[in-house]
């Protein structure tokens, strides 16, 4: 088999399959109104099996991990040189991952992790098409789940991966009062085999994330590929307010301890302590009162926050600045707080090698080389842990994400492939 092509372009056949492949993918949903595929349900197996099968039709072994992370591998050539094979003969060469998640938020857009995948899944497909094999091997996995909307922790499959798993989770329970451990089961996979996902630095060469852009740079630009430079830090918080539940129209105002107007006055302190800070956000993305009825002051409240910056420093001492000025608040309103961190991620570099690679690659493809940082999360992050990281953005309709409008055309989604297709044959210049 060839092992030095001279850049293959994506084939039209493999072209051809993206976009009926994120619509195959978006029709697996738990709700027939929307798209939502949750870690470890029934949509997210039917997920699971689907891409495997599409895995083996572009030549690739399959498996999937102790997680739920689906993972397929087109082998390297196996020239028989020393480091590409072991004392027995087999291959043994190092991988380029590329690849994204197939979970999914509540209502969600079609694109979002799906795109990163089905577009790896065309890269492989050209190389198998034109009998290619590359110096080293390459895989695809589908991370079983980055968004975190079952348990509330983000990146399961990435972090399982790197071995950056957190076995606390494995305590939570769902909104519908199944356990983590129980969820994993009924898929088919057992928690105590967690670690056993976990890859090793030697055994990978890159993890290469293609992610539609979340945001409107690329279009202000009017580009539809550029590179991303870093992944924001992120901190979540889940925070709980106690206070005593009373009638609504018996308890004179100053002797309430009124948990959801305690929690008004924090969810604020979030937008006073974010603002005038380039490159600093806060968010509050849900709340809930209880008991819940319109005749009873609410005797506890609780409500997410979510604060990202490029600077970590910056974000750790405004959440800190944050949570003691609720605190303080909650103490004069005698209201008792509890504070779950529900994630911590530190802010990541994406490899200057690799940026300088897809450069290259988005030059040879007539795109502009535009660089920004990525404000969201991505599997990347987690993956830095263990080895060197790039990401590609396509430009998505607007900026609109996490959306059913979340929208990307056809011609941005195959030149996003080429890009991608061109960094993955331009990593054989790299390898010694």
């Not at 027939?32 to 039709?57: C, I, K, Q, Y």
């Not at 348990?151 to 009062?177: H, K, M």
């Not at 090698?353 to 502009?368: H, I, R």
Request: net charge negative; aromatic share 4%.
């Amino acid at each position: 088999m060839t092992t030095s092509p001279s850049q293959l372009r994506l084939s039209a056949s493999a072209a051809a399959r993206i976009m009926p492949r994120i619509e195959e993918l978006a029709a697996i949903s738990e709700s027939p109104n929307g798209l939502t595929r949750r870690f470890a349900s029934v949509e997210h197996r039917r997920a699971n099996n689907l891409v495997a099968n599409w895995m083996a039709d572009a030549g690739m072994s399959t498996r999937e991990d102790a997680i739920g992370n689906i993972i397929g591998r087109y082998e390297a050539h196996n020239d028989g040189s020393v480091g590409n094979t072991d004392s027995e003969g087999n291959n043994k060469a190092k991988a380029i991952m590329l690849g994204s998640h197939l979970d999914t938020v509540i209502d969600a857009g079609r694109f979002d992790g799906m795109l990163g995948i089905v577009s790896a899944l065309a890269c492989v497909e050209t190389l198998h098409e034109n009998n290619v094999r590359l110096p080293y091997a390459v895989e695809i996995i589908g991370f079983a789940d980055e968004e975190g909307v079952r348990y509330q922790s983000t990146f399961l499959g990435s972090r399982a991966v790197s071995g950056e798993f957190n076995p606390s989770v494995l305590d939570r329970i769902d909104a519908d009062g199944i356990s983590f451990v129980d969820a994993l089961k009924t898929f088919g996979q057992d928690a105590a085999r967690i670690p056993k996902a976990k890859r090793m630095p030697e055994e990978l060469l890159a993890y290469i994330e293609l992610h539609i852009e979340q945001g409107p740079v690329l279009e202000v630009e009017s580009q539809a590929v550029g590179m991303v430079t870093g992944i924001a830090g992120a901190t979540r918080l889940n925070i709980t307010l106690d206070g005593l539940a009373g009638h609504a129209g018996t308890v004179p105002m100053g002797l309430r301890r009124d948990a959801l107007a305690a929690a008004a006055l924090c969810i604020s302190l979030v937008e006073q302590q974010c603002t005038g800070h380039a490159g600093l956000v806060g968010t509050v993305g849900r709340i809930q009162a209880e008991p819940g009825a319109g005749n009873v002051i609410p005797g506890s409240a609780q409500f997410s926050v979510d604060v990202r910056a490029q600077d970590d420093t910056l974000r750790l001492a405004k959440v800190d600045a944050l949570l003691s000025d609720m605190t303080a608040l909650c103490e004069q309103r005698n209201i008792a707080i509890t504070v779950d961190r529900m994630h911590d991620a530190s802010t990541v570099s994406c490899s200057d090698v690799l940026l300088d690679t897809m450069k290259q690659a988005l030059l040879a493809e007539n795109v502009k080389p535009i660089s920004m940082p990525s404000g969201a999360g991505h599997d990347a992050a987690a993956m830095a842990a263990i080895t060197p990281i790039g990401m590609l953005f396509v430009r998505c309709k607007g900026g609109v994400s996490h959306h059913p409008d979340e929208s990307v055309t056809e011609a941005d989604a195959i030149l996003g492939a080429n890009v991608l297709m061109r960094t993955v044959q331009n990593m054989c210049g790299l390898i010694t």
